[in-house]
């Protein structure tokens, strides 16, 4: 198993640009999240799913978007990139609420200037 | 609102030196405490799972114990591979699968 993979593992934007983070998993996993991390901070959920079809927003959602039309994917969408989004992105996927080990990915690091 | 403080901030131990971090937690109704494990430009690792006071958990040089206020991370004679960011996360009852992370403490142990 692969596991919960994302790419790119990098990248740099200009404000105002848009890109999608890819996020997939092969676990069966039900639940999957978007989480963010500033320098020396925790992980801060941005949005996270429960199912395919069914998604809703974390504790910073502003700026992202998200879709799960299928189990395995959960595509993180920037619409119009800000400084503000530079940050480090982890997915990662858990089987249920009640077991609920949540495993990352390696992450994509976004710089955008 | 749920608040998760983990302290020291960081720690520089000998190889060999135990010592104890910590997770202080508020919430309503704990359904459960994560322990991770994080290295420099990687994903967190799970570690633990810790789901009601008392409960303890142990896996090579580490062990987790959980009280109704805080969790506690033991590392007795830690070498320098251990040397990474632990995070503690809280799931709370009402909180579906949301986990509030903790800003974690960088562990460095010299050889």
């Known amino acids: 198993n692969a596991g919960v993979t994302q790419t790119p593992k990098f990248r740099i934007l200009k404000i105002g640009q848009s890109m999608t983070l890819q996020c997939a998993q092969d676990?069966?996993?039900?639940?999957m999240y978007w989480y963010r991390q500033d320098p020396g901070m925790g992980l801060k959920l941005i949005y996270y799913?429960?199912?395919?079809?069914?998604?809703d927003k974390g504790e910073v959602p502003n700026g992202y978007n998200v879709s799960r039309s299928t189990t395995e994917d959960f595509p993180l969408r920037l619409e119009l990139a800000a400084p503000s989004q530079t940050s480090v992105y982890f997915c990662?996927?858990?089987?249920?609420?009640?077991?609920?080990?949540?495993?990352f990915g390696p992450g994509t690091r976004l710089t955008v200037l | 609102e749920d608040q998760v403080t983990q302290s020291p901030e960081a720690l520089r131990l000998q190889e060999g030196e135990s010592s104890s971090l910590n997770c202080s937690y508020t919430?309503?109704?704990?359904?459960?405490l994560f322990w991770y494990r994080q290295d420099p430009g990687k994903g967190p690792e799970f570690l633990f799972t810790?789901?009601?006071a008392g409960e303890e958990k142990e896996k090579e040089r580490l062990k987790a114990t959980l009280t109704k206020k805080e969790s506690f991370l033991h590392i007795t004679a830690p070498k320098p591979e251990d040397s990474a960011t632990y995070l503690c996360?809280?799931?709370?009852?009402?909180?579906?699968?949301?986990?509030?992370f903790g800003e974690g403490t960088q562990l460095t142990v010299n050889p």
């Open positions: 990662a996927s858990s089987y249920s609420a009640l077991y609920n080990e949540q495993f």
């Open positions: 676990m069966n996993h039900n639940y």
């Open positions: 799913s429960v199912g395919a079809g069914i998604t």
């Open positions: 919430v309503s109704g704990l359904r459960g």
């Open positions: 810790l789901y009601s």
């Open positions: 996360a809280v799931q709370e009852e009402t909180s579906g699968s949301r986990l509030t």
